[in-house]
């Protein structure tokens, strides 16, 4: 039996509306060297230095911060340069540029291993501005752009400065096991005899390190030997540190920084890093009080990327030497919304693994203060960190509690400026039962979050499904149709199933069973879309009963139908939909659609529940005074489990970041398979109706569709 009509990417009512705007505001011309599979981020958040700054609003940091809102600017002159440690050495195959209105026409990308010897990775004289996407072929521990020709009159300036590849530093998953227990620790100095340094490594919490009342201090372990080092624990006394870094060496003398911050919280403070050696050591440079620096314990993880593997699972959230705990356990909730606003939002639903479901408190009764959600984790156990999904209905004012009975409460972690989206909290505490109570609300109503995850030791997890491997390297074909059929015969029924039906979002054909959906003999499939004197008819299929997929490089060759009215599409579903799943829950990724009313644009658009409709997470690809439908072009994603990079004719323009997603927008949904379809409409909210100027029939052309893996 033929699947249902499936939806297309819209309920568009917002859409002429923002269409323009969208146009005016993104719009770009790109001439980068052609795209292929993007590795994981490595820059966000690493240590950013810079030529100059144009004031102290504008440092380096903010380049690599995940924030667009924020950016990087240097003094008017030529040339400027901004580079990021990646705290190891690492593969590089492209690097995001967000430019602001002051950019570079004449820039290179350069790598290096020692940050003194550089080594040009990409160059070019006719940069656009814009978002630019190029591929770059080297490898270094240290990125950077050093331009030499500016676009404006004013200096540079970048809202985000991204770096995709791989760590060098590969294997195994990060250790669970302390490698600083019991090893030798030495510091630049103890408060007294009381503390000496060899109590921070020592696995009791009762004991400390303290230093001299100075900056800076510093305490340092040696492991025995030279070793990839992922993660970091810092259980801080009262006196912690704001400013600090950790550095490693191989010989105790040459120290190199794995990772730094400015902004420490004290607390238990858990960080995920790369970097080799084989001593470690934090080093203190602003004190928090008046006294020194002071440790109940300094944990080290070693091992490979820190990631926990090669899979997409929770995209590298999982920190050192924890588990993540709470899956699939009890959960109970201060109330619960289920109505057809919000179905089933019951509390198991941030517990479920599955970031297109959430919980929310009950539009009857939960729109209060407090609010609270809770988790038996099946016995007690020591929680290190909890990653809070925020649904926009999120606290700006809550605790992270622990109970071992499930009635009385210890807080473990406690603020008054949420600021939604995802948070990553740091904690430290014991209980068999752990919530979130809400005490102040973001907005007029409810609490609603899609994850609350736990992390940390003990407890009784049940492991969550396993994650799906991301693309092989090298890719292989996996699917292929280059519609060789004979002239007049239906695409190959083994690859394609025909889904007839009307159409969605206002849209005014019918798709037949097969009759708008022929070959032509040249190697082309002709999807066609014509009017009748009953109304428009057109074509549209899908590979949900034959090929469904996660991950890997997905391309098609097509010519689009023009003409006032039109709206082809080349486009991936959630395979969910098919099992009941309802969209937008079941994820949508439009590789391409196109407006015949607007000739020189395609689109890539994502949608989710967080965030659908007009207001998906997408970009135009504009070649200014062109028509898309006078020839043929090459459509591209590029999709793992931390990104997705859209490209056309081997240009990539749009670079969708999962951490950065989750931050600005809402949950990535994309870690499950999803099906082909192509589809040439004739109407709806976004395009508009045919007119007078309209000319039919329309022909869709499409070369060949391939999917590697």
């Known amino acids: 039996m033929l699947a249902p009509p499936t939806p297309r990417r819209f309920s568009r009512s917002l859409v002429l509306a923002c269409v323009a705007a969208l146009i005016a505001a993104c719009a770009l011309v790109a001439t980068q060297t052609p795209a292929r599979a993007a590795g994981a981020l490595l820059s966000q958040g690493k240590t950013a230095t810079a030529s100059s700054t144009e004031n102290a609003g504008t440092p380096a940091s903010a380049a690599v911060d995940g924030d667009n809102g924020t950016r990087w600017s240097s003094a008017a002159a030529d040339p400027q340069w901004l580079e990021v440690d990646l705290g190891a050495s690492a593969t590089l195959d492209s690097v995001t540029l967000r430019w602001e209105t002051a950019y570079a026409t004449a820039y290179q990308i350069q790598t290096s291993a020692d940050d003194s010897t550089w080594t040009s990775a990409y160059s070019t004289t006719t940069g656009k501005g814009g978002t630019e996407t190029v591929s770059v072929n080297g490898s270094g521990r240290y990125v950077r752009l050093y331009t030499t020709q500016r676009a404006t009159q004013y200096g540079v300036s970048l809202w985000e400065f991204q770096v995709y590849g791989t760590a060098g530093a590969t294997g195994t998953a990060c250790s669970t096991t302390n490698a600083a227990l019991h090893k030798t620790a030495t510091a630049s100095s103890t408060e007294n005899a009381g503390t000496p340094a060899s109590a921070a490594v020592d696995g009791d919490n009762g004991t400390r390190w303290s230093s001299a009342a100075a900056d800076p201090q510093w305490l340092e372990v040696d492991l025995g030997s030279s070793q990839p080092v992922c993660g970091v624990q810092l259980s801080w006394e009262t006196a912690y540190a704001t400013a600090y870094q950790i550095q490693v060496s191989t010989d105790g003398t040459t120290w190199t920084s794995a990772y730094s911050t400015t902004t420490g919280k ?370 591209a994603l590029d999709w793992d489990s931390s990104h997705m990079t859209f490209s056309v004719d081997g240009t990539a323009f749009f670079t969708v970041d999962k951490a950065n997603l989750e931050q600005t927008r809402g949950p990535w949904i994309y870690d499950h398979p999803f099906y082909l379809i192509l589809n040439n409409a004739v109407g709806g909210d976004w395009p508009g109706a045919p007119d007078a100027t309209s000319v039919f029939p329309q022909k869709m052309l499409v070369d060949y569709v391939r999917v590697s893996q």
């Open 266 to 635: 004290g607390g238990t403070e858990l960080i995920t890093l790369s970097g080799t050696g084989r001593y470690v050591r934090m080093y203190g440079t602003a004190r928090a009080t008046q006294y020194g620096y002071s440790l109940w314990e300094f944990q080290v993880f070693t091992g490979g990327s820190g990631d926990g593997g090669t899979g997409g699972g929770d995209g590298g959230t999982t920190p050192p030497g924890s588990t993540l705990l709470s899956y699939g356990k009890p959960a109970t909730a201060s109330s619960y919304q289920d109505d057809a606003n919000c179905g089933g939002c019951t509390p198991a639903k941030a517990f479920d693994h599955d970031s297109a479901t959430r919980w929310a408190t009950s539009d009857v009764n939960g729109w209060v203060d407090p609010g609270w959600l809770q988790v038996d984790l099946g016995a007690s156990a020591h929680i290190t960190q909890v990653v809070l999904q925020w649904d926009p209905a999120y606290a700006t004012a809550y605790q992270i509690q622990t109970s071992a009975n499930g009635t009385d409460w210890t807080s473990i972690y406690s603020t008054t400026t949420g600021k939604g989206f995802k948070e990553t909290l740091s904690v430290d505490g014991t209980g068999r039962y752990v919530r979130m109570y809400g005490t102040a609300r973001s907005n007029g109503y409810g609490y609603s979050l899609w994850d609350f995850d736990v992390y940390g030791t003990g407890g009784d997890p049940t492991p969550p499904p396993a994650a799906p491997p991301n693309p092989g390297s090298p890719e292989k074909v996996v699917f292929d149709d280059e519609f060789n059929g004979a002239a007049g015969t239906e695409p190959d029924a083994t690859k394609w199933s025909q889904d007839p039906g009307t159409g969605q979002n206002g849209e005014l054909e019918t798709y037949t069973n097969g009759d708008n959906t022929k070959m032509d003999g040249n190697g082309d499939l002709v999807i066609e879309a014509d009017k009748t004197s009953t109304g428009y008819t057109s074509g549209r299929i899908n590979t949900s009963d034959h090929f469904n997929f996660t991950y890997g490089h997905v391309e098609a060759r097509i010519k689009v139908s023009g003409t006032q009215g039109l709206w082809p599409a080349f486009w991936l579903l959630g395979s969910n939909f098919k099992t009941g799943t309802p969209w937008p829950q079941c994820g949508e990724i439009d590789i391409m659609e196109h407006v015949g009313k607007v000739p020189d644009s395609v689109y890539s658009t994502l949608h989710a529940p967080a965030y659908n409709g007009g207001n998906g997470d997408g970009s135009p690809y504009t070649v200014a005074g062109s028509d898309f439908a006078s020839a043929f072009h090459t459509y």
